[in-house]
């Protein structure tokens, strides 16, 4: 499972569907992306991505029975803290091999996440 993550559903649409589906940036890629406006999901190159807003703690709900490979949170300063450490807990990959976890750029230092012991 993919998923983006937002202030709101509809920050993502804007800042991220909106860019993704812009034929001059993407020229032909772009009608790849298929989205109905108000919808949780979009399909993007014959894969499906959920979207979940997260205005406040009460959305770390939004992310229960989840188990995602690959997440994308739009300005994830703006996430409230507590739904961000749920949604890490949800990525598969950062089980299984660690992952990096890109900082604000003026830091330019990668926030990286330690491996998780391994299971014997």
Do not use: K, W
């Amino acid at each position: 499972m993919i998923i983006i993550v937002g202030r709101s559903l509809q920050t993502i649409e804007r800042n991220c569907l909106d860019v993704l589906q812009d034929l001059t940036l993407f020229g032909e890629l772009a009608a790849e992306v298929r989205h109905t406006r108000g919808a949780t999901t979009v399909e993007t190159l014959r894969r499906v991505v959920h979207l979940v807003g997260a205005t406040d703690a009460r959305a770390e709900g939004r992310l229960s029975g989840m188990t995602a490979a690959h997440a994308y949170a739009d300005e994830v300063t703006l996430l409230p803290p507590a739904f961000f450490r749920q949604l890490l807990e949800h990525l598969s990959a950062l089980r299984q091999h660690g992952a990096v976890v890109a900082q604000p750029p003026l830091t330019r230092q990668p926030l990286r996440m330690p491996n998780p012991p391994s299971s014997r």
